[in-house]
C-alpha cells in the first residue's frame, strides 16, 4: 500500500459511514477482506471502514500537498458550474 485516505460517506440510517480509498503498490494489490482485518485489530470498530475503494492512480493533492477530500467524496464537481 502506498497511501491511504478516509473519508465519510451518505449511509442511509447513520448519516454517514466510513469508506477508504487505498492507493495500492503497482507489485501487490491487498484484499479488502484483510485491509478490514488489519484495522479491525488496530481501531475502535466505528472507525473501521465499511467501504473500500482500491486505485492505482495516486490521490488527487493540493500544492501543498495535502489530500483534496472533497475531489474523493464528488463534493468539488457540485461546487463548480460553467456559464
Do not use: Y
Amino acid at each position: 500500500m502506498r497511501e491511504a485516505a478516509v473519508i465519510g460517506v451518505p449511509h442511509p440510517d447513520l448519516g454517514q459511514e466510513v469508506k477508504a480509498v487505498v492507493v495500492a503498490s503497482a507489485s501487490v494489490a491487498p484484499a479488502t477482506d484483510d485491509l478490514h482485518a488489519h484495522c479491525a485489530l488496530h481501531l475502535a470498530p466505528f472507525k473501521v471502514p465499511s467501504q473500500w475503494e482500491l486505485r492505482s492512480e495516486p490521490l488527487p493533492r493540493n500544492a501543498a500537498g495535502k489530500v483534496l477530500k472533497k475531489v474523493l467524496t464528488g463534493e468539488a464537481e457540485m461546487g463548480l458550474t460553467e456559464e
